[in-house]
């Protein structure tokens, strides 16, 4: 941390890049300037089964990181693009697609050791899984691309991977789906079809997928964003597919940016000016261009 | 009717008693926000909006106001202000940690009347619910609709949502579940300086910052909840109830972690010491042996086969560690029970001593043994009686001491265990609070687990939200004025629940 920290400064706008796989989400498209480029600390710390918490720099990338866990029979509710780190997929916030079963990234960081605008090095909430000690500056950095502190090394909730699961494809309506599955981890609907998720203990998904199978669902292959897709939080748009209960849309092409009351954008700008006055941090970034 | 002169002059000073003119012109201000009945400025309320659930003493209450609905906070929140008074918001007042205490008179902003549940979208699986919706109130209301409100402080029957909000309260069903900020979609909220906005969303993440993740447990530092947006869980199709005992503590604690390391995660993972087995098994009959070291209560919920095989395996591992007996609950009646002791624990203690100082840190659960021990020992030193109930699945501590405040020298030892047990969970590699928050009684321990430089940017966040520092000052950050003592331990009120 103290080389990471040294090579943040106190002078000069800097941003950390990660895998590069969601560069341009939030950025800013007039800003042009030379804005130093720099690596979050790379590795494993350790990983602690019986704590469900592993301490990870937050350069290390999230495929690493899930191969790592599941050596230990854990996994983190975050995923990503090939090749997009940890400290990426948490700066940009978004939720994992099993976030049914994994839970959402906002409950993923425990704590966080930063580098603020200012040079410093601080530390953001703690070690352990159940913390409520003091202000929560870890729920705002998750999802805050990097432009209230630079975050080098997390300490990350982790959970049992689960002992089978299955993606299952049909046409039953999704109140019919929801109703059939308990607590399913993903259920995606297009308007037309359902893909469905479901885990746990195998005689259990076993049940579910007989149950399913009766609906005229058939097994399917974990599904992918086609290329050029994005995803935001919204209404089901024409072509798009819905990720039930997490409020996701994917859909194809670009997105715009979300609304956002003068109140709330009043209240976000006074943060960032408390954090860091000078926008030296991730200049070209706005958490108010992205949706999540 | 003709009126004398002189009738006419007496009526007149009558009309003039019969409603004092109002001398403060804050109180004024309010009660043309709120009309008379809903302004108190008495000593009567004064002095019962000066505790809470806590032994912790501040100052005094201010003008107390009981506000019905979003636009009146707002307008409680900008009188306050525009008088340069600062307010404090306070739901049923069951906190643990002085979060609510009053210092400097503040106008205290009791948010209990706007207890309507507004909305519930089965379908979307939300409710949006006023801040003064009790917890029970909730999951009570949602009865047959196959849904719950997950967060189950052992105060539910009487604490509020918004309180929950506020303090991010946990319970015993979070160790699955998460704790309140799981549970929080969106949140409606006055701002310090009046602005009323809605922080988080219905569905998904909202847009930017998570305004959201930041307000909820921010102990009404923040601005106030006034419309809270709740998630609802599905309730689980099979539930068990496991009671195992064991002749050493260390037995327990050591299942606690080996359950967890071998890729079970538990609804609830419950640990209870001997003395409090003691206190509780008289009136609860749950069948606690009474000559066991310690119980763990251990709830399994889920689908039927992944329960069943969570049971065997966690019998195999309690039995490992030196398990007398493992035993399911056979029925609705025998779970009821072994909840009602757990659940009433507080309230038996009495039996013992007349005064308790209940603690709540967290530790790294691998060290839950070594921990408890030095607990145990600190205790020992100081001639004292410590009762152990606590969520030991999260590592979540509650060492609670018993003593008698009549006894010469007995609470500066209290308090002296207090914070070692304070320090040891700290060392230990832990946090200074689980569920309670840190409110007036912690903060003076916040520079034990943070340097200056992390509380700085914990107050960056604070004066975001709060420029002029008026919003519940002098709590949560040590730096700013002191206000409240832990020195004058007194009996904790009656309806105390851990």
Sequence with gaps: ?292 | MVISPLTRSLLGRLAVRRVDPITDPLERDLVEVLGRGRVEAGIGAQSLYSHDGSVTRGGRAGIVCFPESTAEVAACVSVSVSHGRPFVPRGAGTGLSGGAVPCDEPVMVVTTRMDVIHEVDVERRLAWVGPGVVNLDLSRHLEGTGLHFAPDPSSQQACTIGGNVATNSGGPHCLLYGVTSAHVLAVEVVLPDGEVVILGAEEGRAAGYDLRGAFVGGEGTLGIATRICVRLTEDPPEVATLLLDFDRVAGAADTVSAVIAAGIVPAALEIMDQRVIEAVEPFAHAGYPLDAAAVLIVELDGLPAGVATAIDRIEVIGTAHGARTVRVAADEDERTRIWKGRKSAFGAIAVIKPDYYLNDTVIPRTRLTEVLSRVYEVIEERDLIVMNVFHAGDGNLHPLIVFDAREPGVMERVLEAGEEIVRISVEAGGVLSGEHGIGLEKKRFMSMQFSPADLEAQDRLRRAFDVEGLANPAKVLPSGASCGHVTSLGRAPDGTWV
């Design chain 1, 1 to 292: 941390m103290a080389a990471f920290r040294d090579e943040v400064g106190d002078a000069g706008t800097v941003c950390v890049r990660g895998g590069g796989t969601r560069w341009l989400v939030g950025a800013v498209p007039s800003h042009a300037g030379d804005v130093r480029q720099i690596s979050a600390p790379l590795g494993i710390e350790s990983i602690e089964p019986a704590e469900m918490t592993v301490v990870v720099g937050s350069g290390t990338t999230v495929a690493d990181l899930a191969s790592a866990l599941s050596e230990h029979g854990q996994e983190v509710a975050l995923d990503g693009p090939v090749g997009a780190t940890v400290g990426g997929a948490l700066m940009v916030g978004r939720n994992p697609l099993r976030r049914g079963r994994l839970g959402e990234i906002a409950d993923v960081l425990l704590q966080a050791d930063c580098v603020g605008a200012d040079g410093q090095a601080f530390t953001a909430g703690g070690p352990t899984v159940k913390n409520v000690t003091g202000f929560d500056l870890c729920r705002l950095l998750v999802g805050s691309l990097g432009t209230l502190a630079l975050v080098g090394r997390v300490i990350l909730r982790t959970r049992p991977l689960p002992e089978a699961g299955a993606w299952m494809v049909g046409e039953a309506p999704t109140g019919i789906v929801m109703e059939a599955l308990y607590r399913p981890a993903t259920v995606l609907w297009d308007g037309v079809r359902s893909t469905v998720r479901i885990e746990g203990s195998c005689a259990d998904v076993a049940d579910e997928i007989r149950c399913l199978e009766a609906l005229g669902f058939t097994a399917a292959d974990e599904p992918v964003l086609p290329a050029g897709w994005d995803r935001w939080s919204g209404t089901l748009p024409e072509g798009g597919v819905r990720a039930l209960g997490s409020g996701v849309v994917h859909k194809p092409g670009p997105v715009g940016a979300p609304e956002v009351s003068v109140g709330v954008r009043a209240l976000a700008d006074r943060l960032r000016d408390a954090f860091d006055p000078l926008r030296r941090l991730n200049p070209g970034r706005d958490p108010y261009r992205m949706t999540a």
